[in-house]
Every structure is written in structure tokens, then in C-alpha cells.
């Protein structure tokens, strides 16, 4: 497997990470497919529970999406405060409203310290983590969000449609027998 998709201590994750199914996303807040996959994922984790991991890398489409970089350093900052899933969350609900002021909204919202959020927000240590997480997505040709990896393959099917949380499950009953 490609040493970019083992799953690390910098990546953020949702389930146990022994689970038998591993899903990574690249993914951009501002991206309208990223947001319809949110929903599929919230659902495969309701379907899948305990046998999947979930995993979010930034992969910011800067050249299309505007406030995709900012949306990306406030889940970073809100990580910070551990919150990221948190904010993942109110970014992709509240897709619509991604200006910085928005942002600051939704760390209200999320009651986290609005200074260190603020402090925190586009400095060195999110760009790192934004970064390492777009550069590992360039590395593995994702070119698009978003783009999916289960259990180190390319996943290429329809994730639009029930097809993808049945993969996810065949890949889940087959790595218990």
C-alpha cells in the first residue's frame, strides 16, 4: 500500500481505527460534490458503525472554489480546540456561507475560544496540515473532490449511489472471514 494512505497521528478520525474498512476522503468544503458525499458518508457510518473508519484530508480546489483555503483553516483552527468534526460538519451544512465572517460564526456557534481561533487561523502549523494533506492527494493523482481510497485502493464506482455503501460493506464482511 502506498505509505500516503496509511491512515497517521496528524489525520483526523471518526471510528476505531482497527476497523475493517478504512475511507479516506479528499475533500473541499466548497466543493457541491463533497457536501452530497458528506451525506453518504454520515449514512455508511450509521449503516457500518464499528467496521469503518472514516478519514477527512484537505484537498482545497483553490483555483475553482474561493473560500475553500479559509474553510480548510477554520477546520484546522477549530482542531486546535478538538473540535474538527465539529466544524467539519457546520462547514459542509452551511456550505452556502463561507466567508470569513461566516467562519467566525460557526467558532461561536461550536463555543470555541474565538481568540485562539483567531490566533490560530491561517498560522503555520494549519498550512502544514493542509498542505502535507494536499501534497499526500498529489502524490496519489486524486484530481478531483472528492476522492476516495478504501482500505488503500482507488475507489472509482458510483459513490453517488447506494453502490457505494454496499462496496463498503462486501469490503467489511469479506475482511471478517
Given at each position: 500500500m502506498?505509505?500516503?494512505?496509511?491512515?497517521?497521528?496528524?489525520?483526523?478520525?471518526?471510528?476505531k481505527?482497527?476497523?475493517?474498512?478504512?475511507?479516506?476522503?479528499?475533500?473541499?468544503?466548497?466543493?457541491?460534490?463533497?457536501?452530497?458525499?458528506?451525506y453518504?458518508?454520515?449514512?455508511?457510518?450509521?449503516?457500518?458503525?464499528?467496521?469503518l473508519?472514516?478519514?477527512?484530508?484537505?484537498?482545497?480546489?483553490?483555483?475553482?472554489?474561493?473560500?475553500?483555503?479559509?474553510?480548510?483553516?477554520?477546520?484546522?483552527?477549530?482542531?486546535?480546540?478538538?473540535?474538527?468534526?465539529?466544524?467539519?460538519?457546520?462547514?459542509?451544512?452551511?456550505?452556502?456561507?463561507?466567508?470569513?465572517?461566516?467562519?467566525?460564526?460557526?467558532?461561536?456557534?461550536?463555543?470555541?475560544?474565538?481568540?485562539?481561533?483567531?490566533?490560530?487561523?491561517?498560522?503555520?502549523?494549519?498550512?502544514?496540515?493542509?498542505?502535507?494533506?494536499?501534497?499526500?492527494?498529489?502524490?496519489?493523482?486524486?484530481?478531483?473532490?472528492?476522492?476516495?481510497?478504501?482500505?488503500?485502493?482507488?475507489?472509482?464506482?458510483?459513490?453517488?449511489?447506494?453502490?457505494?455503501?454496499?462496496?463498503?460493506?462486501?469490503?467489511?464482511?469479506?475482511?471478517?472471514?
Amino acid at each position: 500500500m502506498n505509505s500516503y494512505l496509511h491512515v497517521n497521528n496528524t489525520d483526523h478520525i471518526q471510528g476505531k481505527e482497527d476497523a475493517p474498512v478504512v475511507l479516506i476522503e479528499y475533500g473541499d468544503y466548497q466543493c457541491p460534490y463533497c457536501k452530497k458525499a458528506y451525506y453518504i458518508i454520515k449514512e455508511a457510518q450509521k449503516e457500518l458503525g464499528e467496521q469503518l473508519v472514516f478519514v477527512f484530508r484537505n484537498f482545497p480546489l483553490v483555483e475553482l472554489h474561493e473560500h475553500a483555503l479559509h474553510a480548510a483553516f477554520a477546520a484546522e483552527a477549530a482542531a486546535e480546540q478538538d473540535k474538527f468534526w465539529q466544524m467539519h460538519d457546520e462547514l459542509f451544512e452551511n456550505q452556502q456561507y463561507l466567508e470569513d465572517g461566516d467562519l467566525i460564526s460557526y467558532a461561536e456557534k461550536l463555543d470555541l475560544d474565538i481568540n485562539k481561533f483567531k490566533e490560530d487561523f491561517g498560522q503555520d502549523n494549519c498550512y502544514q496540515k493542509i498542505q502535507k494533506d494536499y501534497d499526500s492527494g498529489v502524490r496519489l493523482n486524486v484530481g478531483g473532490t472528492p476522492s476516495f481510497f478504501v482500505n488503500g485502493e482507488p475507489f472509482d464506482g458510483n459513490w453517488m449511489s447506494r453502490e457505494f455503501i454496499d462496496y463498503l460493506q462486501r469490503i467489511g464482511t469479506e475482511t471478517y472471514k
